[in-house]
Every structure is written in C-alpha cells, then in structure tokens.
C-alpha cells in the first residue's frame, strides 16, 4: 500500500506549467525562438522524473518472466505501414476556415462556423497523421519513409526474431519504451497531447481463445500499477470503446482514463488486436509468420493483447496527483508527494550558512550519497527557502548541517511531507536512509 501525505489539491494547468518550467522539468522546445507548436523539453529534473516512470514500468514488465524488452528503430521500410493499416487509416478528419485559415477537428466544433472568427469552414476532409520524410538524397516516392506513430510495430515485426533467440513460448510477451509521433491537428494542454511523445508498449501474444480472459488480466494489472506513481485510484478510471471508437486493429479497447483539470482523459490503452497486425505482416512480406505450440502441436497467429500507455501522459498524472497546498504559519506551502522512487531527488543536503566548516561537511556528505541517492547540494537563500525549493520539485528528505553537527556529529533530516525533523548522527545516516527508503512501495 502506498502511504499517501494529505491534504491534495489540484493545480491549474497555468499553475503546473510555471512549476514546471521554474524548477526545470520541462520547458518549452525551442523557447528562444519563441517556441515550436506541441514540442517540450525535459529539464534537469523531468528526465529524471520520467526515466523513474520508466524504470517502474520496465521492472514492472520485465520481471514478469515471459516478458523481454526490445528497441527497434524509429524508421522502418514503409511497407510496414502499408500492412498496418496506417497510411490507409490513420487519418483525423480536418476542417478550415475560409476566413482565417484556422483549421479544427471536426469533433471539437459545437456550430458550423469558425469558433475562432466566424467565417465560414470547408467541409470536412482525411488528414494522415503520420510525419514523411524521405530516405537518402533523393526525394521522390519510392523514398518515402514515415516517423513511427506507435511503437507497437516494432514488435509485431522482430516477433519471430525474439521468440526464435530468446526461445520464447506463447503466452510470451515483448515490451518496448520509445518516442512516437503524430502530427496531430489539435495539440495542446501542455505535455497531453503533443506531436513528438514516448510509449511504454508491451505486446503479449497468447493462444487464439486465451485471448478475452488474458484481456481482462492485463487490464487489472495496468490499472493497479500507477498506484506505483502515487496516483490515487480515485483519480483513474476505465472507459470502453464503443464499436465506433474502435481503432482499425481493435476487437476490444478499454481506456485507463485520469482526471485531468480539463476532464478525464486517457492515459493508457488496453487493446486485444488479436491476430490482426502479425496476418497482415505475413500477407504483406510473404513471410510464414505463424507460431508452432509444441504443447497442443498446432500452427497459428498468435492473438494480441497490447497495453499501451503514455509516458508523458503517465509523468502529467503523476505531477498532477502529486501537487499539494497547504498553509503552514499563514503561508502557502506548495509540495509535490511523489512516492519515493518516483521523485527525481531522493535527498538534499544542506549547510545552515554558506560558510566553510559547514560546506565543507555537508559537501562531503553529499559526495558520500550522491553515488547511492539522487541527491542535490544547495547552499544558496536561507535555510526555509531552500526547504520550500525541495517540497516544490518533491524531495522526500532534506539534510541540514549545523554548528552543531560539528560538536555532536549530528545533522537535521527533515521530512517532505509532515516536516518533522530528526536529529541523526552522521556515521549511522546512510543507516537511517536504507531503513526510509526500504519501504519504497
Ligand atoms: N499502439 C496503440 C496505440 O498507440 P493509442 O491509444 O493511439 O494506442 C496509446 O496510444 C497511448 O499513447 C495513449 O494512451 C497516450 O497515453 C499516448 N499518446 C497517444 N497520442 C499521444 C499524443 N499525441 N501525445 C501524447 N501522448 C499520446
């Protein structure tokens, strides 16, 4: 069970962007040229943030013991898409504006003009959603290759590969983290729905007929793992795809949804695309894609369940749940409860005064951790600034060195979430820290 800190309060998404950008996890793409449409970068503290995301739920998958990992290429031979079904069907459909040359998806529009200047809009029109570009010098046709829209192909074409190497057998499941792109019409709500994102894929093939039940285990499972994020389970939810919402490859689809500030949205996909992608990989490259069970000596396309979720989405739930306020002494205290192995600073180590024989002891005590914590130094304002910095960016415990600590050997830790101190003498620290961070989950 995860111990969660209260009270929570939900930011507004101008409050988290500033956060956000103030204490260096993410900033907008190309910010000094005024920026780039749908594009972030992650700052110091976001890479850290989201590569703890992913590490949970590689470990997550990975220590399944039919599952392994894979990193296929971004580009790959365009036929892929052609068996996908993605340059046929991946498309949104698009409106303009006549007037102003806006353009808008029509599913966002409530009136049949333009709801930026009230000109009249073109009927609606296909927009593929996939980016092009060509392979080589030459820039023609036969030199088209697309910049992946999901991740999930690469698997479904080394599935072979794997299964023959890692002498895999069904159910065998193969995982993948890595960046997708989309060039979507309407991006927007900050780091939610950009152009350029990261999948956290896992694609596991089971027998014809396991197919619904495995569905219903992995979907459980899916729902129960962003409690490893912190995230209320209150906060997410599931959401079925009506036949009409169907994806091209989907028998059944069920949404994780989290609520958002501006509504429940879907974080993460759980799909049965039964034999779907791997029949159209074999049609498409004339290759024998089936499967031989040695168990019931049968040959055949192995079934599908895929879970897919977001990894940006995944990190804008966790920051989102995380955010607290509360009012200490008639001020407001903002802090981030992230669990501890999701913050990106596990431990800050402080002097009380920017004066050598503290910076010295808490320089040194830093060095000692830094190899085994993510761990962070700051001698810079006064020791409350210093504390409210660490609650902003989550930190689960802060080391302050005093005059003190340099008679009795002791130092001050201090707690994120209830703000209680202790007083720890320095050589049974790295003690005290195994014992607080044991209890990770
Ligand atoms: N392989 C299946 C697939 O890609 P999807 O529902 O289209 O399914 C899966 O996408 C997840 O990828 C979504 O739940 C979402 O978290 C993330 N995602 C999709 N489009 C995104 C976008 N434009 N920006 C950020 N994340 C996106």
Redesign the pocket.
């Known amino acids: 069970m995860i111990k969660k800190a209260e009270p929570s309060t939900t930011p507004s998404m101008q409050e988290l962007v500033s956060l956000c950008k103030r204490r260096g996890f993410i900033f907008q793409s190309s910010e000094i040229y005024g920026g780039l449409g749908s594009c972030w970068d992650y700052g110091p503290l976001g890479v850290e943030l989201k590569l703890n995301i992913k590490r949970l739920w590689w470990e997550e998958m990975t220590s399944h013991p039919n599952i392994v990992g894979i990193d296929a290429s971004i580009l790959m031979h365009h036929t892929v898409w052609e068996a996908s079904g993605h340059v046929e069907g991946f498309n949104d459909l698009l409106v303009d504006c006549k007037a102003c040359k806006q353009r808008f998806r029509p599913d966002d529009l409530t009136a049949q003009i333009c709801p930026s200047c009230g000109g009249e809009l073109t009927s609606a029109r296909k927009f593929n959603l996939m980016f092009k570009t060509f392979m080589g010098p030459v820039e023609d046709e036969a030199n088209i290759v697309y910049l992946r829209?999901?991740?999930?192909q690469g698997i479904y074409v080394n599935f072979h590969n794997v299964v023959e190497s890692a002498r895999l057998k069904v159910p065998c499941g193969l995982a993948q983290i890595g960046k997708?792109f989309?060039n979507?019409i309407t991006?927007g709500n900050f780091?939610?729905?950009?152009?350029e994102?990261e999948?956290m894929?896992m694609q596991y093939f089971v027998r014809p007929g396991d197919d619904e039940k495995v569905f219903e285990e992995w979907l459980q499972s899916r729902f129960d793992w962003y409690a490893r994020l912190g995230i209320d389970s209150h906060r997410i939810r599931l959401h079925e795809h009506m036949k009409d919402e169907l994806?091209h490859y989907a028998k059944k689809a069920m949404?994780i949804q989290f609520e958002f500030p501006f509504g429940w949205q879907?974080?993460?996909?759980i799909?049965n695309r039964t034999d779907f992608d791997l029949a159209r990989h074999q049609q498409y490259s004339r290759r024998n894609l089936e499967y031989f069970d040695v168990e019931t000596n049968a040959h055949y396309i192995p079934y599908v369940i895929?879970t897919?979720?977001?990894c940006?989405?995944?990190l804008l739930a966790t920051l989102l749940d995380a955010y607290s306020e509360e009012e200490v002494r008639g001020e407001k205290r903002v802090y981030l409860k992230f669990p501890k192995a999701v913050a990106p600073v596990e431990i800050a180590f402080f002097p009380l005064l920017k004066k050598d024989p503290l910076i010295e002891a808490a320089d040194k005590l830093f060095h000692d951790f830094r190899r085994r914590y993510r761990s962070m130094y700051d001698d810079a304002g006064s020791i409350g600034r210093r504390y409210r910095r660490q609650d902003e960016v989550g930190t689960p415990f802060c080391v302050t060195v005093d005059f003190q600590s340099l008679e009795d050997q002791k130092v001050t830790v201090r707690d994120r979430d209830t703000m209680e101190q202790d007083r720890v003498a320095m050589d049974r620290l790295a003690e005290y820290f195994e014992d607080k961070f044991a209890h990770h989950e």
Request: proline share 7%; glycine share 6%; net charge negative.
């Open positions: 829209p999901e991740t999930a997708a989309r979507e991006p780091i939610f729905r950009t152009r994102f999948q894929e994806a949404d879907e974080i993460e996909g799909h895929e897919s979720a977001g940006d989405r995944a």
